[in-house]
């Protein structure tokens, strides 16, 4: 799971969570006959890494993903539209930005 935050504070950050379990391995073992639905609502989310996409000077108003959650955009006071897509090591890039101006530039 990805979620996205942005701020006042101008920082972009992605965090990824990974689907755990309260209780640990004990009390999951102790617990083999709970039935299915009390097992999704014993499930958690932990963190399994952030990172800092953008600290800019400048408020990051919105951040929002692509229909996929593959593709994140974020905009701001700096009149810029960002797109960013993580790479083959799960590092996230700036791939393009939207200037107030209309003209697109890619990032190299």
Known sequence: HLV???GKDGILRVYRLK????????SQTNNKKQSASSLASSSSL??????VLEK????VWRCQW??????LASSG???????????????????SELRG???????Q
């Open 19 to 26: 689907r755990g379990r309260y209780g640990g391995a004990a």
């Open 4 to 6: 996205a935050s942005c």
């Open 101 to 107: 101006d209309v003209s697109p530039s890619v990032m």
């Open 56 to 59: 800019g000077t400048s408020e």
């Open 66 to 71: 692509n229909v996929t959650g593959t593709v």
């Open 46 to 51: 932990e963190l399994e890494k952030h990172q």
């Open 77 to 95: 006071d700096g009149g810029v539209v960002r797109l960013w897509k993580s790479d083959f090591r799960n590092e996230w890039k700036c791939v």
